[in-house]
């Protein structure tokens, strides 16, 4: 069975850092896509960033300069580096990836790290 799991949730004040860390297990034959997306309460849920395999990454524009997504293929691992952060961050975040197991090509998503930006 594949599973996504999330790392390194927390509180920081503005303008401070925290970086996630997202890996995934279980019987994996490929990732083409690994991805963060955030879903703050009463909101619906948005892409944060994501990166393909082979290394095209995407963007919200409210996370640009501030937000770097790094994915390591060897080790099945995507990590959210996040600087400069602002009260609007502030969500649970949640991994995402399509992954190819021996049940074909399906996406998965993380239980989930709360993330609170405040002073």
């Known amino acids: 069975q594949v599973q996504l799991a999330e790392s390194g949730g927390g509180s920081v004040q503005p303008g401070g850092s925290l970086r996630l860390s997202c890996a995934a297990s279980?019987?994996?034959?490929?990732?083409?896509?690994m991805g963060w997306y955030r879903q703050a309460q009463g909101k619906e849920r948005e892409l944060v960033a994501r990166?393909?395999?082979?290394?095209?990454?995407n963007y919200a524009d409210s996370v640009k300069g501030r937000f770097t997504i790094a994915m390591d293929n060897a080790k099945n691992t995507v990590n959210l580096q996040m600087n400069n952060m602002k009260p609007e961050d502030t969500a649970v975040f949640y991994c995402?990836?399509?992954?190819?197991?021996?049940?074909?090509?399906?996406?998965?998503w993380g239980q989930g790290t709360q993330v609170i930006v405040s002073s």
């Open positions: 995402n990836a399509n992954i190819r197991s021996i049940y074909g090509w399906r996406e998965y």
């Open positions: 279980g019987n994996i034959f490929n990732i083409n896509l």
């Open positions: 990166i393909s395999s082979r290394g095209v990454t």
